[in-house]
């Protein structure tokens, strides 16, 4: 079994990926508070947390199978070398559980908050059944031969697929508004930082053990940090660059608004002021 060659250098792989875990965890609370707040999921698209939800329950399949099955463990160091780490630490279990509850939270709040005219698509719909159908076509394709490591091998693929394309709807939602209102960009912010930390502690264990098996061994997990850092990037200037205008004009008529209405409210509920003056 692998081991670290340099204190160091662990103790540097163990930070980051809990900062990986921190960033991660923490970047699904600025939208959940958000829609607490407004009463209103308008503005956050509804494919990107269906296509959410099934990316992370198909990384959490994954993460834990390589983290906690000897025989997982055992066929992937028999595919990579017998001397290699498991590319998979505790902070990616931690996270892929945490990241199925807040996302289905955030899909709870969809169902009970104000919706406007949003809905989910057909396609979105029909994309998820697709996956989990054929998820279940493979679970029966690996049972003869006991090929578990190709199985949750399919189950981190899933994930990156799903990362590439759960954030498409969003960027073109805001494209069509021209707002990114309803949307919170502290989730971006985060979800970069995650996005950051969690490649370098890869490059971490790649440099102490001379070996770029960490990053083509879980190739889901590289092509995740690099997908979501280019996302963020597009929405941080979609935010900041493109529709920074329209996002303030935005935020000031909804108050505006919101005065109006309670101006009203206190007017109704006075009738004899009102009938004095």
Known sequence: MATWNSIPLEITYEV?????????????????????????????????????LTKHSSYLIYNASLYFSPVVQRQYREKYGLGEMIPVAANDVAFSI????LTAFTLYQVYIY??????????CLAISSVVWVSAAVCVFMAWPSQSWLWL???FNSIQVFMTV????????LNFTRKSTVGWSIGNILLDLLG???????????????GSWVSFYGNIGKTLLSLVSIFFDLLFMVQHYLLYPY???????????AQDDNTAALIKSSNPSQSENV
Do not use: C
């Not at 996005?195 to 053990?209: E, F, K, P």
């Open 16 to 52: 980051l990926g809990w900062i990986a875990f921190f960033s991660w965890s923490f970047s699904f609370y600025p939208q959940v508070i958000l829609n607490f707040r407004r009463k209103s999921v308008v503005g956050l698209n509804f494919d990107f947390v269906v296509l959410n």
């Open 98 to 101: 945490h990241a199925v509850i």
């Open 114 to 123: 104000d919706r406007g005219t949003q809905k989910i698509s057909r396609t």
């Open 152 to 154: 949750v091998t399919v």
């Open 165 to 172: 394309i759960k954030y498409i709807p969003q960027a073109i």
């Open 195 to 209: 996005g950051v930390t969690n490649y370098a502690q890869m490059a971490t264990q790649s440099i102490d053990q």
């Open 246 to 256: 329209k996002n303030e004009k935005s935020s000031l008529d909804a108050d505006a």
